[in-house]
């Protein structure tokens, strides 16, 4: 585990090579970037409306992972998020210790996207914990229009509407395939 200069501990099931970097926050204590910046605490659900970066979520995006959550939810499973909308300066936060956890600017760019063109700060994209509920999504999200964008990340959901009719579009390897980060 990685504990940050502000008391953020990031915690981490598997090796940097091999699996999800920052996408779990648990607050340790408060710090100058925290919950209003978008850090989320545990248990923390979709409906969470007092949790900035729940509230400040695309309300389209929040619709359909709500309508999707209590569909999950008489399946037994829960939708907790690991992380939704975020301020500039907390993605910022988290590009630097992706940066210092991978080594260079390229590798972390797999995991964190910049300020200026992360989905997150946008409030167009949340992660979505435990492992049921992104096998959940993975069958039945397209439904909703919540798709997973990137291969590397299957926590990592988007709201794309023409899904409900088509299917979720191809999925990008990790975000250096999105065109959209090539700001």
Known sequence: MITTALGYQVQKSSPPSAAA???????????????ADGAVPDDVTVFDDAIPAVANLD???LKALR???TAAGDDGVAFYVTS????PAYQN?????????????EEAARWVATAATSPHVSGDAV??????A??????HGAEYGLCQIYRNEPWHYELRPEAIDR?????????????????
């Open 93 to 105: 936060q988290l590009l630097g210790k992706a940066v210092a956890e991978y080594g260079s600017e």
């Open 127 to 132: 992660d979505i914990g435990h492992s049921d």
């Open 84 to 87: 939704g909308w975020r301020s």
């Open 21 to 35: 970097p920052l996408n779990s926050f648990h607050l340790e204590r408060r710090g100058a970037l925290g919950e």
């Open 59 to 61: 309300p389209a995006l």
């Open 167 to 183: 299917g979720c579009p191809h999925m990008y390897a990790d975000p250096t395939q999105d065109p959209r980060m090539q700001q």
């Open 134 to 139: 992104t096998a959940w999504l993975s069958e």
């Open 67 to 69: 309508q999707a959550a």
